[in-house]
């Protein structure tokens, strides 16, 4: 057996021993605190760090019992955890023999060995297992001990199978295995470091496993296989230093770079003794290599950092300084510290260019100066200052002295300063320090003029704003900030456009872009007032350059509102000007165009109305021609009044005086009505007419003449565009809430530049001279507006060129209950007047006569007056039944006979026909609060006088 503790060292052990003891320096210590119920909990859970797959492992207490093992110390052993915890010592031991058979006594069990030395113990012993099987079994005891405890509290032993106890066994002639050489090899193996044996001629002879691991080989490091190890650029030094030891018999100490096991080189110091016998012979090497690559990092960064420093403060272009103090505590009351400083203070160390800042040429003339002789003590800024570096903890960043250099020269420095306090006093203080008094004296310079400047902003009518060379608000004055109601921040945060009306951004963007390339800005534009108006300002603006660089630029915003508004009224009066004049151009023309087409549409009928009136009047006309040329008179004459019917219907529409005497109508009767009304011009042209009404009647509320007259202009205007041969399709549908007439014809079709003037007044297609079709382009603006003041709508399409056209119109339904529909009358009056007696009242001689003799033609008895005076005249002398006046009479006009004539006692309830050219409807009501019962316009339509004649009559 083999115990470290019990048996007396060799001298080559101590030696490695002492060797081992430096190599370790700074490591932890080999005793440690252990939770001992932690260990055996791992233990009996099989969780030991420390075990390998044969290598079991038991955990004895300080009297050598068993409290726990692991899992392969079950298989190896053949007892269970519990069965080797309730075994005694004893018990245990009693299963064990000695390689040579005997017993073992408690000095052969490592464990007892180790818990008696503590000290490590190692022994081979055979074991019986409960089979009866005998194992040999390697022991490794290793004490363990608390922290400052001498004796070891407990022990852990690890073991494993060997092939056969003779395998431990010394050489032939070595009956002892040579436990020294065992011991040296159990302490190197435990160790974190390289360790070897050498020859004394210097071949290395052994490495521990730590060294295997360290460069992943083994023997390969064996005699001088290890110097490959060695980095080249080491390598030669290394040997040389190896052999000059050997060479010497002393002992040696290098740092060389030694090559991983990953191949990576790492600093390491090596050591190594010599071994002699006692003759003092050289009989052996031992050494080891500690790995030192971290402590060597750290001295090359202190070296590099130091290098650094030390060009630093020789190339900075700050000053640096260190100013050393007589230990002052920290303690002592600010005021004594002071004057402490200015009192034991002076500069210890410093760069060149701090030597220059005070006006010498080098560092050794300032050295050794006091800091009272720099640092101003009767200027209280520098009082603040030291009071600052105190109650700042001795720091301070940043922080004005004011200082005079060697000539007397006042100087501003900013510094930042550091103090070195050791056991709690002040000894020196490190810094740097910045000469700022050109600056400074910059500053106040610039201070002056900000103040002129900001006088001058503060006080000039314009608003006022700098940028940067982008464009971002850095100042405004106090005029812009109330004008806009924005702050700087807000006006900063929401941008220039916030405040510049819509309109004049993109205006605005494009001068500055000129003015980046042209160096000037001058722009119009609207900004937003504090009210939310917005107001014409100029803006200008000039850079100001540093280097040739534009830093800044300075700009101001003059009022200019008053002034654009001159301008706008000017403009809009001369663009009023201007559109009254081209209105008035444009109504000049319409209305020389309209009075050149009236003149031509009002002379035409006369034409042969004249004619043939001659002609007639000569009686050389045939029957025949006599039909035709009475015909022809009828039929122009009935233009003619057209004509004038449709004048004194745009007359009203204009004023607002057209007024409809709304009831239920039936459109279809209204549709035939207007039919018959143009079919004598359908029949002349040959035109196909085919109506489609609907079987039920269709009723709207509205005034029946007004409806017939909306149906009579639509198939007018058809006819006349509508070649002979050609067709016309009426249509009456009743829709939803509204009934649709429509009016189609083959004609020349609307062109699509005149599609959208169709309904206007006076607008022709063609008004030209050579134009095929007449007319005043009256009749489709009257449909339109009848059509709309019956809440309706009238629209026009084209069907394509020479296709035709389609013009619809909408009404709305009447409500079901008042649908009793009139229908238009199409039935001419009766010559039933025998025995009526009737005054006919005209100034006019051809006027009275033709009224006269259609009544005289239907039977009445007419007596006829020319003037007002005569027709009462004629009352006074014989009763009557009916007066039929004309209103416009010279002396004494329609109205005032009328009114004479109720006074009468003859005359009072005698019904009264106002015959007369005023055809308004003002003139119709007039007529009627007058007196008159009916209000008849000229030209008179004999069958319509009648009429109105039989209707008072009855």
């Known amino acids: 057996m083999e115990s470290l503790g019990r048996s007396s060292t060799s ?171 065992q011991r040296f090899r159990q302490l190197a193996d435990s160790l974190p470091h390289i360790v070897f044996a050498a020859r004394p001629d210097g071949s290395i002879t052994y490495v521990n496993r730590f060294a295997q691991e360290y460069t992943g080989l083994g023997d390969e490091l064996l005699n001088q296989g290890w110097a490959e190890c060695i980095y080249p650029d080491d390598r030669d030094r ?12 002393e002992a040696y100490e290098m740092e060389c770079r030694f090559r991983k096991a990953d191949g990576t080189y790492r600093w390491l110091l090596s050591r190594g003794l010599p071994v002699r016998d006692g003759d003092g012979q050289i009989v052996e090497w031992v050494g080891g290599c500690v790995d030192i690559d971290d402590r060597k990092q750290a001295e090359q960064a202190l070296q590099a950092s130091e290098e650094r420093y030390r060009a630093f403060v020789q190339q900075s272009s700050e000053g640096i300084w260190c100013f050393e103090v007589a230990p002052i505590s920290i303690d002592y009351p600010e005021d004594e510290q002071i004057q402490h400083f200015y009192q034991h203070g002076y500069l210890f160390e410093c760069n060149q260019v701090m030597a220059q800042m005070y006006g010498v040429c080098a560092p050794e003339d300032l050295i050794g100066v006091r800091l009272a002789d720099l640092l101003v003590p009767s200027d209280p800024r520098n009082l603040e200052y030291l009071r600052a570096f105190i109650r700042s903890n001795y720091r301070l960043v940043d922080a004005e002295s004011y200082e005079l250099d060697q000539q007397g020269n006042p100087k501003i420095f900013v510094n930042n300063l550091i103090g070195i306090i050791e056991d709690g006093k002040l000894v020196r203080a490190w810094g740097s320090q910045r000469d700022i008094t050109d600056r400074k004296q910059a500053e106040a310079a610039l201070q002056q003029s900000e103040e002129r400047y900001r006088y001058l902003v503060e006080t000039i009518p314009q608003l006022v704003w700098t940028a940067n060379a982008n464009g971002v608000l850095i100042d405004i004055n106090q005029r812009w900030s109330d004008f806009t109601g924005l702050t700087l921040a807000q006006a900063q945060t929401e941008g220039w456009e916030a405040i510049v009306h819509p309109d004049d951004i993109a205006t605005l963007n494009h001068k500055w872009e000129v003015a980046q390339q042209e160096g000037y800005y001058r722009a119009e534009g609207r900004i937003r007032r504090a009210d939310g108006a917005y107001c014409w300002h100029l803006h200008e603006a000039i850079p100001l350059r540093e280097q040739g660089e534009v830093v800044k630029w300075f700009g101001t915003a003059t009022d200019i509102e008053a002034q654009k508004q001159l301008e706008q009224q000017r403009q809009a009066l001369l663009e009023r000007e201007q559109a009254a004049r081209e209105q ?43 039909a035709n040329a009475l015909a022809a008179i009828e039929r122009n004459a009935q233009l003619q009044s057209q004509l004038i019917s449709d004048l004194l219907d745009i007359s009203r529409i204009l004023r607002g005086k057209l007024n409809l005497e709304a009831m239920p109508v039936d459109l279809g009767a209204v549709i035939l009505a207007a039919l018959e009304t143009v079919h004598l011009a359908i029949e002349a042209k040959s035109v196909q007419i085919q109506t489609t009404l609907p079987p039920t009647v269709v009723t709207v509320n509205g005034d029946a003449g007004r409806l017939q007259q909306i149906v009579w ?115 001419t009056a009766t010559d039933d007047l025998t025995g009526i007696r009737i005054l006919v009242v005209d100034d006019e001689t051809d006027s009275r006569e033709f009224v006269a003799f259609a009544l005289e033609q239907a039977g009445a008895i007419v ?30 006009n329609g109205y005032v006979l009328l009114q004479q004539v109720r006074e009468s006692k003859l005359a009072k309830q005698v019904p009264a026909i106002a015959v007369t050219a005023y055809a308004g409807e003002f003139d119709r009501q007039q007529a009627i609060a007058a007196g008159f019962q009916k209000h008849i316009s000229k030209p008179v339509d004999p069958e319509v006088l009648i009429e109105v004649v039989r209707s008072l009559i009855q």
């Not at 319409?590 to 004249?610: G, M, Q, T, W, Y």
């Not at 009136?613 to 006599?626: E, H, M, N, R, Y």
């Not at 056209?805 to 079901?816: D, K």
């Not at 005076?869 to 209103?887: F, W």
């Open 11 to 181: 001298r080559c052990e101590c030696e490695y021993a002492s060797l081992a003891v430096e190599s370790t320096a700074g490591t932890d210590a080999y005793e440690q605190d252990f939770s001992m119920a932690q260990l055996a909990n791992n233990l009996h859970n099989g969780n030991s760090s420390s075990v390998a797959d044969e290598t079991g492992t038991l955990f004895h207490s300080a009297g050598g019992s068993i409290q726990a093992c692991d899992r392969v110390a079950e298989q190896l052993l053949g007892y269970s955890t519990q069965q080797l915890v309730e075994m005694t010592i004893a018990d245990f031991m009693g299963r064990m023999i000695c390689p040579n058979g005997s017993a073992i006594a408690p000095d052969d069990f490592p464990a007892i060995v180790a818990l008696q030395s503590g000290q490590p113990c190692r022994n081979v012993l055979g074991f019986q297992k409960p089979t009866g099987e005998r194992v040999w079994i390697c022991f490794n005891a290793t004490p363990l001990f608390q922290s400052n405890a001498s004796t070891p509290d407990a022990v852990v032993t690890t073991f494993s199978p060997v092939a056969n106890a003779a395998s431990l066994l010394p050489i032939t002639d070595r009956p002892v295995i040579d436990r020294s050489e």
């Open 238 to 249: 290394a040997l040389a230093t190896w052999m000059q030891a050997v060479h010497s018999g």
């Open 584 to 626: 008035a151009e444009t109504a000049n023309r319409i209305k020389d165009e309209f009075l050149a087409v009236l003149s031509h549409e009002l002379r035409s009928p006369l034409n042969p109305i004249l004619g043939w009136s001659k002609l007639l009047q000569q009686g050389k006309l045939d029957a025949t021609k006599t």
């Open 713 to 827: 202009n639509l198939l007018s205007n058809a006819v006349k565009f509508t070649p002979s041969g050609g067709q016309i399709t009426v249509e009456l549908q009743q829709l939803d809430y509204f009934a649709q007439i429509r009016v189609i014809d083959t004609g020349k079709g609307i062109s699509p530049h005149f599609l959208p003037h169709v309904f206007e007044y006076f607008r022709q297609e063609d008004s030209s001279t050579t134009r095929k079709f007449g007319g005043l382009g009256l009749g489709l603006a009257i449909a339109r507006q009848i059509v709309e003041m019956h809440g309706g709508q009238i629209s026009a399409e084209n069907r394509g060129e020479g296709q035709g056209a389609i013009f619809t119109v909408q009404l709305p339904l009447a409500p079901a209950s008042s649908r009793s529909p009139s229908s238009a009358s199409t039935s």
């Open 863 to 892: 007596t006829a007056a020319a003037s007002g005076a005569e027709a009462l005249h004629q009352i006074d002398r014989s009763p009557l039944d009916l007066i039929v006046s004309d209103v416009g009479m010279p002396d004494m």
